[in-house]
């Protein structure tokens, strides 16, 4: 029982809400991607073009309004702790948080025996967690690009035009979706091979007692083991 | 008086090569469409055709043929056909004053009625330009009567009312293009711009380019004596900008899921959609579906062959050229290239990702034996930077970076970085 207590403060519920829609988007956006890219499934290509396109602004406006959220919505800046700041404090690089990055990655690489101490995103999550709305639009932009509608759409041809063509287009969308792929398998890896509460938090937003953690001392304060109680 | 006898032995002319008037006024009620222009007007469409044929009234635009490196194909699209239709008859009858494979003279004459047309019809002739230019050796790549091959566009483009870059090689390159080029083939258009020749060039790709494209815009020229309405590629917008897919007969079949995966199937009997074996239909835009070919007997698609995307060509990119971006034809990706190693997307995609599924199922063993995956590691008592600082306050997860770190601190923790790392 080393980890921190799992407190609602972490995730408050407009994130769970979010998360919920990035997970079931993603999901039907690569599975009629794939079926896009090869009709693996007969008779489900309209079905699989209209789901695509509709998951894909889904996808980009739940981005958009994640990170307007990031500067209206307060949360905890670490686990253990129901003390709250604006959550893109807990988002973006912290001055004393960066560098605990080679603690992380030793530890990750089982070259540190102890569990790094740092704020609710470690710097390698937190580089991730910066990346990905970075890719969510750079995929809508691709993706647009390639639906018939609007891809004379100047501002989209200008880009087709530079990457060399729609086929060119299309194989950048293609990696992109794998680059999408590799973050979950690490993404749910990470989170969840120290156990599963981070899990039953950040979807049923369900606590979990453990260790207690005061973010101005930096230290372990305390035990609450009495899980869900505020 | 005048007119009519001349309009009658215009007929006459078609007649004898089998074409009926109603042929032909099927032919310029198509133009019409084409060019975008209302069908109220055939009857000067019809004028304009004619005039172009050479008939009429000193209003004569002859054409200039030039061919460069060219499989010729473009013009044996329409000078090849068993029965000559109406758009074959006009484009055969054009004051075609050069061209290396239909003219009747060659050598020394011929390339002398060339220069005379230069010089003589300037600024009102037509040049069709068949095939890639040929930059390589200083433009020795290509050489024609004793002169570089880029000369003789140089001149030729200099003095043209339009250039038309007919074939897909012209526009782009085309294949002649494709890697690796050892010729330096490029478009015209990307050559005459680099060359400073202000000229417009009107590109009319494909593999071969449909004759009914050429007659369409020959006939526009003539008609309003001005270049037809291009799109972002001077490509005659009308033609060029939707995508084969847009007006393909089978997009039913597409839209309902209905796919050939295996040529012989039975799938391919019902003519279901040729997507799965490559069909580059939907990111090559070109009208093929809608004029088809042979006179409009049938088209790629119609035949049972996936599109291969003969018209992409962006003519300021040759190494966008519609070979180089579509093979292998029949796979959904083309095939990229890191010097000599060639494969496809989807190939090294799969591999990579398998490698770090591998690699997280290997680090969750290491976990688990470590004993990290109840709860992880028991947390450190103080962090390394906090130690090996003691005079410094403790700070907060809450403050964020700043954007240009000025003072000596935010230097100092950089340099403590490197240092943990090498320890």
Redesign the interface.
């Known amino acids: ?3 921190l207590a799992h407190y609602r403060e972490a995730h408050p519920i407009p994130f769970v809400i979010t998360h919920w829609i990035n997970l079931v988007s993603m999901i039907f956006l690569i599975v009629t991607g794939f079926s896009i ?3 693996f ?8 073009r209209g789901v695509h396109v509709l998951c894909g602004i889904v996808l980009l406006l739940n981005c958009i309004v994640r990170v307007i959220l990031a500067f209206v919505v307060k949360s905890a ?2 686990g253990g702790t129901r003390v709250l ?2 959550d ?3 988002w ?12 992380w990655i030793k ?2 690489l ?1 070259l540190k ?5 740092s ?2 995103l470690g710097v390698p999550q937190k580089i991730s967690y910066l990346a990905i709305p970075l890719l969510i639009i750079v995929m809508a932009y691709t993706g647009f690009s ?1 639906w ?1 509608p609007i891809m ?1 759409a100047p501002a989209l ?1 200008a880009g087709v ?1 530079l990457v ?5 287009m ?2 950048i969308h ?2 992109l979706m ?1 680059v999408f ?2 973050f979950m ?2 993404h749910v ?1 990470l989170a969840n ?3 599963f509460a981070p899990t039953k938090l950040m979807f049923l937003w369900r606590e979990h007692g ?2 207690v953690y005061d ?6 304060i305390g035990e609450d083991d009495e899980g869900a109680k505020h | 008086m005048e007119k009519e006898a001349t309009i009658s032995g215009f007929y006459e002319m078609l007649e004898a090569r089998g074409v009926t008037r109603r042929d032909f006024m099927k032919l310029c009620g198509a133009i019409a469409a084409a060019a975008g222009v209302s069908q109220l007007t055939i009857p000067q469409v019809a004028e304009a055709v004619e005039s172009l044929i050479g008939n009429a009234k000193g209003n004569l635009y002859p054409v200039i043929w030039i061919e460069a490196a060219s499989c010729t194909g473009c013009t044996e699209s329409f000078a090849q056909v068993d029965t000559p239709d109406a758009a074959t008859v006009v484009l055969e009858m054009i004051s075609l004053n050069y061209s290396e494979t239909l003219s009747a003279g060659a050598g020394f004459s011929l390339e002398e009625a060339k220069e005379q047309t230069i010089k003589e019809c300037a600024g009102k002739y037509i040049l069709v330009y068949e095939g890639a230019v040929l930059e390589g050796w200083e433009g020795q790549a290509l050489r024609v009567a004793d002169t570089p091959g880029t000369e003789t566009l140089i001149e030729a483009a200099e003095n043209a009312f339009a250039v038309v870059a007919l074939g897909s090689c012209a526009v782009n390159g085309g294949w002649m293009a494709a890697y690796p080029n050892p010729s330096q083939a490029c478009g015209v258009q990307q050559y005459l711009k680099k060359a400073g020749i202000d000229k417009p060039v009107i590109n009319i790709p494909g593999c071969p380019a449909n004759p009914e494209w050429l007659t369409t815009v020959l006939a526009q020229v003539i008609l309003m004596e001005q270049v037809p309405a291009l799109n972002d590629e001077n490509k005659p917008a009308l033609m060029f900008s939707q995508t084969v897919h847009d007006n393909c007969e089978r997009r039913g079949h597409f839209e309902n899921g209905e796919f050939v995966y295996e040529f012989g199937s039975e799938e391919e009997a019902l003519g279901y959609c040729l997507y799965p074996v490559g069909c580059r239909g939907p990111q090559t835009k070109s009208n093929c579906g809608i004029v088809r070919w042979n006179r409009r007997r049938s088209w790629c698609v119609e035949s049972g062959a996936p599109c291969i995307g003969c018209c992409e060509a962006n003519p300021s990119n040759s190494g966008q050229n519609w070979v180089e971006v579509n093979t292998p034809f029949f796979k959904r990706h083309r095939d990229l290239r890191i010097g000599d190693f060639v494969f496809q997307p989807g190939t090294v995609a799969l591999t990579l990702t398998g490698l770090v599924a591998a690699a997280l199922v290997i680090h969750g063993f290491g976990m688990k034996i470590s004993g990290r995956m109840d709860g992880g590691a028991d947390f450190e008592k103080v962090r390394k930077w906090d130690e090996k600082h003691p005079d410094r306050a403790i700070g907060h997860y809450d403050v964020v970076v700043e954007k240009v770190p000025e003072d000596s601190e935010d230097q100092e923790t950089k340099a403590e970085e490197t240092e943990g790392g090498k320890a």
């Open positions: 029982m080393a980890h890219h090869f009709p499934w007969p008779n489900f290509m309209g079905v699989a800046p670490t700041v604006a893109y404090k807990t973006l690089p912290q001055k004393d948080n960066r560098h605990q990055l080679g603690a530890y990750y089982f025996k102890d569990h790094p101490l704020a609710k390639l018939g004379d041809k035009n060399g063509g729609l086929m060119s299309r194989i293609y990696f794998y792929i590799i398998f690490l890896y091979v120290e156990g453990g260790l973010p101005d001392q930096h230290s372990i």
